[in-house]
């Protein structure tokens, strides 16, 4: 380790003084833009999906949707993030055209990924309701859809909190891979730094403490939504 | 007022209701009582199409609610039912359980009107005959106060004014009960359905629900009562159903059904509950 200081120096070098922070900022930036853009879109769409699959099944339309949702969830999970983000950078964008930026790109399509994987979370969690909120809703005269949304989603996502910190979290960590389409989040940033500096030990080191603090901060403010969502169980 | 007219339920293979033909008029109070897998909570719950009918049909105010193309909602707000298990909206404080459903449907009703009023206006502009647009007297915060009050008034009808804002976690199953009762009564509901009221309290508890039921029922509400409590169903019905296997067995007030049943499954029953 004797060289280590020497390796401190580079990075520090390159970090300070030839703007190497700025970079680690924007890529920062993104980080989290991706992963909290994707999650919100992601639970949209997955709540949606959860809707339509818990839906009664006697009549056509709902099952023609739970046909296409479990199309989308197969397709969605079936496929590495990475193979998606190809496939929607210079697949998808050229034929149709579009004109979008990478980093857009990487929040719709961590959006529809994690869509996917909400949708499950969120089937369990809209069962674990007890189905005589359901009945209560409707016997008042409350449609479907806004028994869902009032009453039993409520209920839902506060049981599936935790998973969904989880999901958050997943998603923070997949979005190292974006630079596979040009977008630069915390990866790009610090390769950058390593490469000017041909020296990659120190860079990477940071990467990893700046993942892992995100992810306890992630960790904390769940913890904390919980329990503000929890206020309705307390007994006082 | 409710017409019910060979009704049938099956789950499957199982015929659960097997034709049951009745009336329900204005202002009775109908005691539904029979054994365990009767049917009467089925046949409770096709009243209000909580459970598709299968066959038959229920006329409530000149419309057929097993007519699958009734829109179910509308008229399930004149229906009130207070299920077994109380399902109070775990997520909403007590207050907001009673508010919920008459404030959503009267600010969507206000939003449907402002919108139909807007495309009427865009019309006019080319109709020669314009038409009147729809008449709008209330505001948006004006009904939120209405339906507010409205609450805070059936609250403390019960005694519980001081509970408007906990969460029903808290409460005590009589206090749930009674809440139930009157989220429903926050409807104007023209009938009460009530689906074994008391069966899911502690025995101190089942009083206090009990005598709020007898109060509505002096007031004159119409209302269908299954229920296990035969004082109860004695003092409270003016007519009484015995159901058995999916079928109505025997029917008539309940004096004389009480004391001198005719139909030896129903005397087999009584012999035993009472």
């Known amino acids: ?236 | 007022m409710i017409d019910i007219i060979d009704l049938r339920k099956s789950f499957g293979n199982v015929e659960v209701l097997k034709g049951i033909t009745t009336t329900i008029k204005e202002g009775e109070k109908v005691a539904v009582i029979g054994p365990s897998g009767s049917g009467k909570s089925t046949f409770l719950r096709c009243l209000n199409c909580m459970e598709d009918p299968t066959g038959g049909s229920i006329i409530f105010e000149g419309v057929d609610l097993a007519d699958m193309k009734v829109d179910i909602n509308i008229h399930r707000r004149h229906m009130g039912m207070v299920f077994q298990q109380f399902n109070l909206f775990n997520n909403k404080t007590v207050l907001g359980n009673i508010m919920l459903a008459p404030l959503h449907i009267r600010l969507h009703d206000l939003r449907m009107k402002k919108l139909k009023n807007v495309f009427i206006r865009v019309g006019n502009v080319f109709r020669r005959n314009k038409k009147s647009l729809y008449e709008i007297n209330t505001t948006r915060q004006e009904i939120k106060d209405e339906v507010r009050e409205n609450a805070l008034r059936l609250l403390k009808r019960i005694g519980l004014e001081e509970k408007a804002d906990v969460y029903p976690s808290t409460l005590s199953g009589g206090q749930k009960q009674r809440i139930a009762i009157i989220r429903a009564l926050a409807m104007n509901p023209k009938v009460m359905l009530f689906d074994e009221p008391t069966s899911a309290l502690d025995p101190e508890m089942v009083g206090e629900v009990l005598d709020l039921i007898k109060q509505l029922a002096d007031e004159g509400m119409t209302m269908v009562i299954v229920t296990h409590e035969m004082g109860f169903a004695r003092e409270v019905a003016t007519r009484v159903l015995f159901m058995d296997e999916g079928q109505i067995l025997e029917e008539g007030p309940p004096d004389t059904f009480f004391s001198n049943p005719q139909n030896p499954r129903a005397k087999e029953f009584l012999s035993k509950v009472l």
């Open chain 1, 1 to 236: 380790m004797g060289n280590f200081d020497k390796k401190l120096a580079k990075f520090w070098d390159i970090f300070i003084n030839n703007n190497g922070y700025t970079k680690v900022l924007t890529g920062l930036q993104n980080t989290l833009l991706i992963a909290v853009l994707g999650l919100a879109i992601g639970i949209v769409i997955g709540t949606l999906i959860a809707s339509i699959k818990v839906m009664p099944k006697y009549k056509r339309l709902p099952r023609i949707l739970d046909k296409i949702c479990t199309f989308y969830v197969g397709l969605f999970r079936g496929t590495p993030i990475v193979v998606q983000l190809l496939v929607a950078y210079y697949v998808v964008l050229p034929l149709l055209g579009a004109n979008m930026t990478s980093i857009n790109v990487c929040i719709l399509v961590f959006g529809l990924n994690s869509g996917a994987y909400v949708s499950e979370i969120m089937r369990g969690g809209i069962m674990s309701v007890d189905p005589g909120q359901m009945e209560a809703g409707r016997a008042v005269g409350l449609s479907y859809s806004v028994t869902m949304m009032k009453i039993v989603v409520p209920q839902a996502v506060k049981n599936i909190l935790p998973t969904l910190g989880n999901e958050l979290i997943a998603l923070v960590k997949e979005t190292s891979v974006v630079s596979f389409v040009g977008a630069s989040d915390l990866y790009v940033a610090f390769s950058y730094i390593g490469t000017n500096s041909y020296e990659f030990m120190v860079p990477y080191l940071v990467m990893a403490l700046i993942y892992i603090v995100l992810v306890m901060i992630i960790a904390m403010l769940v913890k904390a939504m919980e329990r503000s969502l929890r206020k309705s169980d307390r007994h006082n």
